[in-house]
């Protein structure tokens, strides 16, 4: 049974190897990620340069692109057969609310998914200090029983584990993606020549309360898993919209 791993924080992640070690109970791994840090590139395909495969090892290779690239390649290049199951992570940070559109992490895991792959992104909030032994851990549990029971149709999980400080995460809750309240994303600065150059990302993000939702879920240290759907259309605002005169 082949399983694929990958991430978008790169090959040497120590969320991406923690990940690797502890799936290895279910099955054979194979790792085909970033070669450097490719956080926030959302869904991104390189279509405008080549892209190279370098085999680092028996099972692991890197590839000079995005998440949504190595997936790509994985399938449908670099892999002896299909893999039962597609993990990405273990994202350093959260991937929480309308960030998940953003998130690399996220983006393998829905790209498996339009392959008819079953699949799920994990990730946990901070910015260092981390211990991914128990998020590796439950990974491995969700990772078991998908393979048992499958997901539904165009779905796929988008996974935020709280910090344990090594405890084992045993909390969890299937939840609804929040909303993100955006402040301060524009940091501007002054380099040495007197001319003005930007940081997106400032300050990070807070989120709206709101029940059941996966930020919710993580602050009231939960795991949250949340069922995400390929198909984005909003099925609400059709009836709406086609009562619409253009």
Sequence with gaps: MLILIT??????????????????????????????????????????????????????????????DCINLAVNSILPEK???????????????????????????????????????ISMPGKNNFDFGPAARFATKVAKTIIHHGLPSNTFLNINVPVTNGQEITCWEITHQGQSLYDNTIIEKTDPRGEKY???????????????????????????LTPVTTDVTNYAAIDTLKKWKF
């Design 83 to 121: 893999p039962v199951l597609v993990v990405s992570g273990i994202n350093k940070g959260a991937n929480l609310c309308d960030d998940i559109s953003y998130s690399g992490t996220a983006a393998a895991a829905f790209e498996a998914t339009i392959l008819g792959i079953p699949a799920f992104a």
């Design 7 to 68: 991430n978008d924080d790169g090959i040497n992640s120590e969320g991406l190897l923690s990940l690797g070690q502890s799936l290895q109970s279910l099955g054979k791994i194979w790792t085909v990620a970033p070669e450097r840090a490719q956080n926030a590139v959302g869904r991104a395909l390189t279509l405008h340069r080549p892209l190279r495969i370098v085999r680092v090892s028996e099972n692991r290779f890197t590839v000079n692109g995005t998440p949504s």
């Design 198 to 224: 930007y940081w997106i990302g400032g300050d990070g993000t807070k989120h709206r309360d709101l029940p059941g939702s996966d930020a919710n879920s993580v602050a009231g240290n939960h795991a949250s």
